[in-house]
């Protein structure tokens, strides 16, 4: 990989996404040499992708180099690479473009969606993990429409004009949220020979109640905005299969739907080399100790939501949010500088800073620590924490000017097929549909 030998520690990071990067950052200017992996050149900001999917904010306002974000960090190095294995007794990672020694090795490749098994449903629904997933995600719903406008046949164009968004966390009110506002602004002035109030957005949820990590009243509310929208929620409903036209669900409830987006769940990246059994916990995430130590590796840690921290007040870890990612990546930081200088590490300890989430125009509810709001204030908020957070000055502004300019006018100018979407099913050996496989909807 070219990277000179230095008499620092090497402190090799694989993922430069939300804890990859803070955890750079923090070790900017400190006696090591950090050498940080992906297999994109660009870091993504996860909670945006909605917007990308619906057409309200082109990829690359979500999207940032990581070259860019540490260009001017002395001993820093970045290559583009995608692990393929982590090889301990030689403290090496194998990626697609060599192999790599290290000192210190820190996990934080992130998520993947997780289909709990259902091959059927991963290949013929959609996710929404990547900003090339969310491009697939929008190319497919204009061109649905587009092909609604041409069948004859009443009851195809009501599937063409269906949508299934399996999982009622803030992925999936989001996603509603901003179809229904679509349905309303713009589907009719678009598609003006379309009746586009057969439209329908289902939000399909296992449980009893949607945003179950907020509160009740977020709940509530978010049931309310949803439902004032025009989106129905199917709540109790375990969905069971697609096969490409037919969502089937536990109960004899059944939609005819060309588009199934599934945010029903996530799951920790799975690592060659660090995926023995005693190493991880359901959902494929690794487990570390207070330090983000990887359990009996001294040199390997994991950060992010790939990292599974149990302990008292968090058995299930923390939340697989930007939030715990962020701080592990800047605690390790310290903690990592801390172990170079002889000091004892000081255990993590997570700020819940409050989660919030945004149902479409003028409406979000957010649960601070202190106050819990909701509407049109909460909306402001919800706007104004996205937009501090996301990287690079350049994108702050053009997120911010296409927010003012689609509340103004009522719009969302980025419904373009680019790159016409076609299913890859290549990656499936033949299809096939497990028996007995119950996913989490
Ligand atoms: C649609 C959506 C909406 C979300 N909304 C919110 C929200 O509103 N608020 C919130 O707090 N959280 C939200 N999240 C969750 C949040 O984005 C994640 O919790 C956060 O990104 C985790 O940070 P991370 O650093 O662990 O991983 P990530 O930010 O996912 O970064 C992982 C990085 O690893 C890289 N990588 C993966 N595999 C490899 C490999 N084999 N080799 C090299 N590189 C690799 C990836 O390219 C990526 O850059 C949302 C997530 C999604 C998908």
Redesign the pocket.
């Known amino acids: 990989m070219n990277i000179p030998k230095s008499s620092f520690p090497r402190i090799v990071i694989?993922?430069?996404?939300?804890?990859?990067?803070?955890l750079a950052k923090e070790l900017s200017g400190k006696e090591v040499q950090v050498v940080l992996?992906?297999?994109?050149n660009?870091?993504?900001?996860?909670?945006?992708?909605?917007q990308v999917s619906t057409g309200g904010l082109e990829p690359d306002s979500i999207a940032y180099p990581?070259r860019k974000i540490l260009q001017d960090y002395p001993n820093f190095y970045f290559r583009m690479?995608?692990?393929?294995q982590v090889l301990r007794d030689s403290k090496q990672v194998v990626?697609n473009i060599g192999k790599l020694s290290y000192d210190y090795l820190v996990i934080?490749?992130?998520?993947?969606?997780n289909f709990f098994g259902n091959v059927e449903i991963e290949m013929n629904g959609m996710a929404?993990?990547?900003i090339p997933q969310?491009l697939n995600l929008r190319s497919m719903i204009l061109e649905n429409f587009e092909q609604a406008l041409l069948t004859d046949n009443l009851h195809e164009r009501d599937a063409l004009m269906n949508f299934v968004i399996v999982g009622g966390g803030?992925?999936g009110v989001?996603?509603a949220g901003a179809l229904a506002e679509i349905k309303k602004g713009i589907l009719p002035k678009d598609y003006p020979d379309l009746d586009t109030r057969r439209v329908q957005i289902n939000l399909v949820q296992s449980g009893d109640r949607i945003l179950k990590a907020m509160s009740e009243k977020a709940s509530k509310k978010a049931e309310d905005f949803l439902e004032s929208l025009g989106v129905q929620i199917w709540k109790n409903t375990r969905v069971t299969g697609y096969d490409g036209k037919k969502v089937t669900t536990k109960t004899d409830l059944v939609f005819e739907a060309a588009t199934l987006v599934w945010?029903a769940g996530?799951k920790g990246?799975s690592?060659k080399g660090l995926d023995a059994g005693d190493l991880l916990v359901p959902g494929n995430r690794i487990k570390v100790n207070d330090f983000n130590q990887v359990i009996g590796d001294p040199y390997i840690y994991a950060?992010?939501?790939?990292?599974c921290m149990q302990r008292e007040g968090t058995p299930q870890g923390h939340?697989?949010?930007?939030?715990?990612?962020?701080q592990?990546?800047r605690h390790l930081g310290k903690n990592l500088v801390r172990l170079f200088e002889d000091r004892e590490m000081l255990p993590f300890e997570y700020k819940d800073k409050g989660?919030?989430?945004t149902v479409g125009r003028n409406k979000a509810v957010v649960d601070l620590k202190k106050y819990k709001f909701q509407g049109v204030f909460a909306w402001f908020v919800w706007m104004f924490v996205?937009l501090f957070f996301l990287i690079g000055f350049r994108n702050r502004m053009v997120v911010f000017i296409n927010w003012v300019y689609n509340y103004i006018r009522f719009d969302r100018e980025a419904r373009l097929i680019i790159r016409p979407y076609q299913r890859d099913y290549s990656k499936f050996n033949e299809p096939r549909i497990p028996k007995g496989t119950e996913p989490n909807g």
């Open positions: 694989v993922g430069g996404g939300f804890g990859g990067v803070a992996l992906d297999k994109n660009y870091h993504t900001f996860q909670p945006l992708l909605y990581i690479a995608e692990l393929q990626t934080a490749m992130g998520s993947e969606t929404m993990k990547s969310s803030p992925t989001e996603l945010a996530v990246v690592v950060i992010g939501d790939i990292a939340p697989m949010m930007a939030q715990p990612a962020i592990q990546g989660s919030m989430a996205h």
